[in-house]
């Protein structure tokens, strides 16, 4: 239901009767609406970052795809929870936002360690992982809210956006590696 709609519109009412369980029930697991959602939420989390390749035979380019485009997939399951997570009532909500920054670590480290281990220092490569990950996820939001570009040129964007960030020493190296057809 939190997919389907914005927070404010989800009862509790309505997620008991939808799971066939009674609200006392509900709310015996659950005190609040607020930490269903967050449960629901590490929930999704967790199953996003599983099916984020980390696969050592897979080339840095071929993972950063990967990972990119189950990303973009997730906000397109759930555009509400993007927007609301990202800019509405949950973006100052310390449990939901140490899940964000969890994610976001796990993905931020993959990277890092890849590239140093590509040769990039990893002081560099903290800084430019970290913009990227910050440009990636305020590039999604817009896209999700307004749609003005398509799906392949967000892509696109990202992942000319991760060369950019690493500099010239690497630049072209993983947008290169990724085989896509540029829109216009």
């Not at 609406?33 to 929930?43: E, G, M, N």
């Not at 599983?50 to 950063?64: F, G, I, R, V």
């Not at 799906?151 to 960030?165: H, K, N, S």
Request: hydrophobic share 45%; glycine share 4%; net charge negative.
């Amino acid at each position: 239901m939190f997919a389907e709609m914005p927070y404010e519109d989800v009862q509790m009412d309505d997620i008991a009767a939808r799971a066939h369980v009674s609200r006392a029930t509900l709310y015996h697991y659950f005190p609040c609406k607020r930490d269903l959602y967050a449960a629901i939420f590490r929930r999704a989390s967790s199953r996003m970052l599983a099916h984020m390749s980390d696969d050592p035979q897979l080339s840095l380019a071929e993972q950063l795809a990967t990972g990119l485009e189950a990303h973009i997939q997730s906000f397109v399951d759930r555009p509400f929870e993007a927007v609301t997570i990202n800019r509405g009532v949950w973006s100052d909500d310390p449990a939901v936002q140490a899940i964000v920054a969890e994610e976001l670590n796990v993905v931020g480290q993959r990277l890092i360690d890849q590239l140093v281990e590509d040769g990039c220092l990893r002081e560099a490569a903290e800084i430019a992982v970290e913009a990227w990950l910050a440009f990636v996820r305020a590039a999604c939001v817009k896209w999700i809210e307004s749609k003005n570009i398509s799906r392949a040129d967000l892509t696109e964007m990202c992942l000319r956006a991760f060369d950019c960030a690493l500099g010239s020493r690497l630049r072209g190296r993983i947008y290169s590696g990724y085989a896509t057809e540029p829109t216009r």
